[in-house]
């Protein structure tokens, strides 16, 4: 008798789980929370929550944007396990037209953190975002190549999406691959992901920085290869050093994107940034934890929450304004209470 006893403990607890997110999806459908386009939840490695709203649908293509970026520093964990360059390594050493160049001086890990001291910026107005006018040329390498200096390396977080590219071209030229044919050899066909669109460059080449199209699925295993140690179905895809030195998320960017999410009564901490991922510690009611996560605009995000092990992807429409934030509100008062 104990272990029908025991299934039917777990039968009951699945079950509860499932009508408590489908208050979820009722409340989504409700447009309550608007252009939330999908949300996959994982837990103990299986899907307990996978909807699609707003016309998307499970096989739909949904633009990364920055989120991407993370993604970037997994293929850099990547080249690194393979003795390609290492976080110390001057840049110079691959960006040879800034051999002798006090740019040439800036580090991978520099570019990792966003911390080059170019002279560009995207999160808090004070630019300029360096992308915008990048995307207007016909040669983005030669724009980057003529981007001053700020501000000596190492010294302040500056949200730009230059630094990913030039990790992304550091990759290229130290594999003697493109970008794309280095992730879909090391990263995507080991993950069994076929279906995307990179963003092409003029030079041909795939975008490191961001408007990435894939499945919220597969950038669920995304965020459960990070989970996971950088293991995925018993395969070492990446070294779990470099999962564990990537996240390890240390420099304030002065801002909370639970406070941009206007949830009331929780607890606002500055999120911190890692090699392109960001960590924010979550205080709300009774619930006390920290999310690791890939962010870009309109809502598009590959959530870690160890203490739960589990892993949740948001993709959403709603580009430049703060309810792109708004999946860390659903994150507190619906998810992580049922988890």
Not at 30 to 59: C, M, W
Not at 318 to 327: Q, V
Not at 328 to 333: N, T, Y
Request: aromatic share 14%; proline share 4%.
């Amino acid at each position: 008798m104990k272990y029908p006893l025991m299934i039917a403990i777990l039968f009951l607890n699945v079950k509860g789980i499932g009508q408590q997110l489908d208050e979820l999806k009722s409340i989504i459908d409700s447009k309550a929370y608007p252009n939330i386009d999908a949300v996959v939840i994982s837990q103990n490695d299986a899907i307990i929550f996978e909807n699609y709203f707003n016309g998307f649908k499970s096989d739909s293509l949904h633009d990364t944007r920055s989120s991407f970026k993370s993604i970037t520093s997994l293929l850099a964990g990547i080249a690194i396990d393979k003795g390609l360059f290492s976080v110390e390594d001057k840049i110079e050493n691959f960006i040879t037209e800034w051999k002798n160049d006090p740019r040439g001086k800036i580090t991978v890990k520099n570019l990792l953190e966003m911390k080059s001291g170019l002279a560009c910026e995207g999160f808090f107005g004070i630019g300029p975002d360096c992308e915008s006018e990048m995307w207007a040329t016909d040669d983005w390498l030669d724009y980057i190549l003529n981007i001053p200096l700020r501000h000596d390396p190492g010294l302040n977080w500056a949200y730009t999406s230059i630094e990913p590219e030039l990790v992304g071209i550091i990759i290229s030229r130290t594999s003697g691959l493109t970008l794309m044919e280095f992730a879909k050899k090391y990263l995507f066909e080991p993950l069994k992901i076929t279906d995307y669109n990179w963003y092409i460059k003029p030079n041909g080449d795939g975008y490191a920085a961001g408007s990435f199209f894939m499945k919220p699925v597969d950038m669920l295993k995304i965020a459960e290869l990070v989970l996971n140690n950088g293991s995925w179905h018993g395969k070492q895809i990446i070294s779990e050093n470099w999962i564990s030195e990537s996240i390890n998320c240390k420099t304030d960017v002065e801002m909370s994107f639970t406070r941009f999410a206007r949830t009331a009564n929780a607890t606002y901490t500055t999120a911190k940034y890692g090699y392109f991922w960001y960590r924010e510690k979550l205080k709300y009611k009774d619930i006390e934890t920290e999310v690791l996560f890939a962010s870009g605009n309109g809502g598009q995000y590959m959530m870690v929450l160890k203490d739960y092990n589990a892993s949740i992807v948001f993709t959403g429409s709603n580009f430049g304004n703060w309810r792109g934030k708004l999946p860390f509100d659903i994150l507190l008062k619906y998810i992580l209470p049922q988890l």
